[in-house]
Every structure is written in C-alpha cells, then in structure tokens.
C-alpha cells in the first residue's frame, strides 16, 4: 500500500510562519494529484491547496497570497508554506495524496494522520 508521513505542524505566533512537509512511500507508480486539508474543531475538513503533478495548483480562498504549495515529484513529496498566519488557521492539517498504484488508470485515495497547526499569542 502507500503511506503518507507528515511534518512540520507546530505552534507559531499570528503573523508567523510554518512549513508543512508530507512524503509517500509504498506502491507508486505516479501521484496526479496531491494536497493539503485541515480541520478546525467543530468544523468539516476543507480543502487548503492541492497540486498536479503538471504544476497546476489551486487554494482556498482564505489562504491565496499566503500560503504556497509545492511538489518534489522525484521525492514524492508536497509541501505548504503557510506565511502570515492566522488564529483562524488552527486546525489539524491532513496530507493527500491521489495514486496510481501501476500502468492502469485506477486512482486510489490516501491520506496522512494528521499534524497539529496552532497560531495563537
């Protein structure tokens, strides 16, 4: 199967800064599509930004202009540099990843276990 280890969650001040790191490993063939959710307590996930392996990326609107993710697709790796951080961007942060495990066109779904974002003075 495919795994998804995560990194880099933390506590910061507002205004801060964090990177979020997120590798796969396993069964991988290719990785089209890869992302970052979160979830705020009391609150469904959301989509935060997600990546092709093309380069075509798109974010929340809540997060455009200070978040930015990236792809190191020879690592299998993604990544979120979350800039300018806010009380409101508390939440558990969750990888994604949509694989293809070999040749054929079937997608499968995984996900990280989750790392902790607290911005808070």
């Known amino acids: 199967q495919v795994q998804l280890v995560e990194s880099g969650g933390g506590l910061v001040q507002p205004g801060g800064s964090l990177r979020l790191s997120c590798a796969a490993s396993?069964?991988?063939?290719?990785?089209?599509?890869m992302g970052w959710y979160r979830q705020a307590p009391g609150k469904q996930r959301e989509l935060v930004a997600t990546?092709?392996?093309?380069?075509?990326?798109s974010y929340a609107d809540s997060v455009k202009g200070r978040f930015t993710i990236s792809r190191d697709n020879a690592k299998n790796t993604v990544y979120l540099q979350m800039n300018s951080l806010k009380p409101e961007d508390t939440a558990v942060y969750y990888c994604?990843?949509?694989?293809?495990?070999?040749?054929?066109?079937?997608?499968?779904?995984?996900w990280g276990q989750g790392t902790q974002v607290t911005v808070s003075s």
């Open positions: 990546l092709t392996g093309g380069g075509s990326s």
């Open positions: 396993g069964r991988i063939f290719s990785i089209p599509t």
């Open positions: 994604n990843a949509e694989v293809r495990r070999d040749w054929r066109p079937e997608r499968y779904d995984y």
